[in-house]
């Protein structure tokens, strides 16, 4: 069946602008998580959304970056104002609600800030 | 202290070789785990799930000791396509934690 997809694949932005990153989870999965890894870095936890629920932001670094989840399906993050320190890669990934559901991941999104 | 431990590495072994990672956690109330690979420059993907008992997968075998609060990855008869980070992976009930993953290259 269908994975994670994560569009675009590549974004180059300049510095300044806004970006929107897209996530379609797999049917059925009621969690999504964003996370960010920089070259060479561990995932770095942004934000989680689990049904109707509030999301977890905790891990939002600035009020530059937020997220939403329309329709309990397909999320967007969008990055207002982009810096270089964003540049990273941006996972997407999606689980079923129960404890012991392991993530799937999207390709991610390569963002690249000039 | 992190709530998700590895040793970073990185392992360089032979191929053929067993090899083993152990990571520990923090959080005596974790309820599952996991062990992902993550390839460069690509998404992380499932190896396997941890189960209380210990579980296996060709060749490989995963354990889970509660009492010490770590989990263990033993790779045997290795294979050059192994080279990857291996990352432990975490779960509570309010959230997943990832360890920052263990370098594993391995040499002809």
């Known amino acids: 069946g269908a994975g994670v997809s994560q569009s675009p694949s590549n974004k180059v932005t300049e510095k300044g602008k806004d970006v929107e990153l897209r996530c379609d989870p797999i049917?059925?999965?009621?969690?999504l998580y964003w996370y960010r890894q920089s070259l060479g870095q561990g995932l770095e936890f942004l934000i989680y959304?689990?049904?109707?629920?509030?999301?977890?932001k905790s891990g939002l670094p600035s009020d530059r970056f937020s997220a939403e989840r329309t329709g309990g399906s397909v999320s967007t993050l969008t990055i207002q104002r982009t810096q270089q320190e964003d540049s990273a890669v941006y996972l997407c990934a999606s689980s079923r609600r129960t404890g012991d559901s392991p993530l799937h991941f999207g390709n991610g999104t390569r963002l690249t800030v000039t | 202290r992190k709530e998700v431990e590895q040793d970073p590495g990185p392992f360089n072994v032979p191929e053929g070789a067993t090899v083993a990672f152990n990571c520990t956690y923090s959080?005596?109330?974790?309820?599952?785990f996991f062990w992902y690979r993550q390839d460069c420059r690509k998404e992380p993907k499932l190896l396997m799930s941890v189960y209380s008992s210990g579980n296996e997968d060709g060749r490989f075998t995963a354990q889970l000791n509660r009492a010490s609060q770590y989990i263990s990855l033993l790779i045997r008869d290795s294979k050059l396509s192994d080279s990857a980070t291996y990352l432990c992976?975490?779960?509570?009930?309010?959230?997943?934690?990832f360890g920052s993953g263990t370098r594993l290259s391995i040499r002809p």
């Open positions: 049917s059925g999965h009621t969690a």
């Open positions: 992976v975490v779960k509570t009930a309010s959230k997943i934690i």
């Open positions: 959304f689990q049904g109707n629920s509030a999301p977890d």
């Open positions: 959080n005596s109330a974790s309820q599952s």
